[in-house]
């Protein structure tokens, strides 16, 4: 069975600096990947995906994702974290059982961001 | 804006009731998808409806089913409420091509059983 595990449940960066939340899935087969941002209360927001391809992938507000086979990574990256990245980040894999196209995410990062 | 509209934004139930949740898909999209997310959790997937029937389930007993209509909306009902099922409710629409599992979320619906 597919799972993804997200190894930081918290994560503080000051306004600013770099950011890199880490993502490890596993899956049997070719991974499709996705990266979603969720502020309190919000649904979820699509930053990014990777279905095949450059394995870097760009997304919105400034965040781009690196797929890595070797590690079966797929880490998040921004050069500069502004206030308004705070939110929650959840890595997820896209997965077909049966007839059935379902995402099966990690259990999230919240993103702490000082002034 | 997903376009993906769930209905109503909160809820407070009596353990052992019934509640029905309701999405509005975003426009070109006929599968549906729905997903549980407990307080401090990642979202796990529920079911998913494509063609007004369910293709898929989750771990989640059957007194959690649901609903597609001809126009793509869809349902979520659950009977006999339990103290766990307190969660946020989050409907995922997307286009079935392929293996293109992109999906785009409603706001959700927070449901408390007290």
């Known amino acids: 069975a597919q799972s993804v595990t997200q190894p930081d449940i918290h994560i503080t960066v000051s306004e600013g600096a770099s950011l890199e939340l880490r993502c490890n899935y596993s899956?049997?087969?070719?991974?499709?990947l996705f990266w979603y941002v969720q502020s309190p209360g919000q649904g979820l927001q699509l930053l990014l995906k990777?279905?095949?391809?450059?394995?870097l992938v760009q997304g919105i507000k400034g965040f781009e994702a690196e797929f890595k086979r070797s590690q079966s990574s797929f880490n998040l990256r921004k050069p500069s974290v502004h206030w308004s990245d705070a939110a929650e980040y959840f890595c997820?894999?896209?997965?077909?059982?049966?007839?059935?196209?379902?995402?099966?995410f990690g259990s999230g990062t919240q993103l702490t961001v000082l002034p | 804006e997903t376009g993906v509209t769930q209905s109503p934004t909160h809820l407070i139930k009596t353990r052992g009731q019934q509640v029905t949740l309701r999405c509005s898909s975003q426009?070109?999209?006929?599968?549906v998808s729905w997903y549980q997310q407990a307080l401090g959790q990642g979202p796990q997937f529920i079911f998913q409806?494509?063609?007004?029937?369910?293709?898929g389930r989750g771990n989640f007993p059957p007194r959690f089913s649901g609903l597609q209509f001809p126009n793509y909306s869809s349902e979520l009902n659950v009977n006999a409420l339990e103290l766990d099922d307190s969660a946020l409710y989050l409907c995922a629409s997307s286009v079935r091509t392929g293996v293109n599992t992109e999906a785009f979320f409603g706001q959700g619906t927070r449901l408390t059983v007290v």
């Open positions: 990777y279905f095949s391809g450059d394995t």
């Open positions: 899956y049997g087969a070719t991974p499709y």
């Open positions: 997820a894999v896209g997965v077909v059982e049966g007839s059935a196209r379902q995402l099966t």
């Open positions: 426009s070109g999209h006929n599968t």
């Open positions: 409806y494509y063609r007004e029937e369910e293709n």
